[in-house]
């Protein structure tokens, strides 16, 4: 256990959703809204702020008959308020597709 407590490695913020057809948000910890920014492309925003700006964040898409790749852009400008993270799903020609699932964990300390 680190000197900042025994939540200090918990995930700051998850969710869990599906962005075929109507979105929809399946499980969700510390989010305040979704974004469909386009094809394959959700953001995500962050109920409370970031303590820094070092952070962490990963996720993953299922997509049927595709090996998937999800890239992360922290839209947060080099700032650690007002955070968001914007993920985008390719399969395996590069090309942007709405998963059928998708989830992402960010790591890193709140204010």
Known sequence: MSSFGPDHHAATCWACWE?????????????????DNGTG????????????????STGNSEISGHYTSQGINNNNGG???????????RVDNGSRVDPNKAGSVVHGDLA
């Open 41 to 56: 492309i959700i953001q995500i925003n962050i109920a409370k702020n970031m303590a820094n700006t070092n952070y962490a």
């Open 79 to 89: 700032q650690n308020t007002g955070y968001a993270a914007k993920f985008t799903a």
């Open 19 to 35: 962005q075929t057809g109507t979105n929809s948000v399946l499980d969700s910890h510390n989010c305040s809204g979704f974004t």
